[in-house]
């Protein structure tokens, strides 16, 4: 690439693994990044869920959940990094006094695009009080990608890029997440070849 190119941004964009990936992490996965720089990028696999489920997480953590459309939703493998640590990804939340730039919560990063994701307790807590954001998706551990890393994976075709769309993360099932973002590209699984690119 000439140096004077425009680094390419994916934040609010779902990376979807390519059928060569064999990662064990990565393999069939759709993640969306939060975050992508010329430092690298971060983001959390939205289709891989644990075996524990959001009621299960509170009870861990000593809080009530009033949300009873939460209680039976998975948690999320979000990836390989910091697999103790919660993120919680969700729209966008406002009080009479907040504005975009002041989130709610103590530690949220707020992603163009209308998502946010927090990783203070807060957000969990107006959970626990039946407040909180409407649509979450709650993931233990994230991805990262360091500089240039991830642009390398593009290049050598272990991912297909697409802007995200919020539906996907939060009304679609959860296995039907991989299809549905190949969906946003026109695309369907089995037109992949797992040596696409490799001719």
Wanted: aromatic residues 8%; proline residues 7%; hydrophobic residues 40%.
């Amino acid at each position: 690439m000439p140096s004077d190119a425009e680094p390419i941004n994916l934040t609010h964009h779902f990376l979807i693994a390519m059928p060569g990936l064999q990662d064990e992490a990565f393999a069939r996965s759709v993640v969306y990044l939060c975050e992508h720089s010329a430092r690298g990028a971060l983001g959390l696999v939205i289709n891989k869920p644990t075996d524990i489920n959001l009621k299960n997480l509170f009870d861990k953590v000593d809080l009530p959940l009033a949300r009873e459309d939460l209680a039976s939703v998975p948690v999320f493998q979000g990836g390989p990094v910091a697999t103790e640590r919660g993120f919680v990804l969700h729209e966008a939340v406002f009080t009479g006094e907040a504005t975009p730039e002041e989130p709610v919560y103590a530690s949220t990063m707020t992603i163009p695009g209308g998502l946010e994701m927090t990783t203070s307790k807060d957000v969990l807590e107006a959970l626990s009080t039946g407040a909180g954001p409407r649509k979450v998706l709650v993931s233990l551990g994230y991805s990262q990608w360091g500089e240039g890393q991830l642009e390398t994976e593009l290049a050598e075709n272990s991912w297909l890029t697409v802007g995200a769309d919020a539906s996907v993360i939060f009304d679609t099932p959860v296995q039907e997440r991989y299809d549905k973002a190949l969906s946003l590209l026109g695309l369907q699984a089995w037109t992949l070849s797992p040596e696409a690119g490799h001719a």
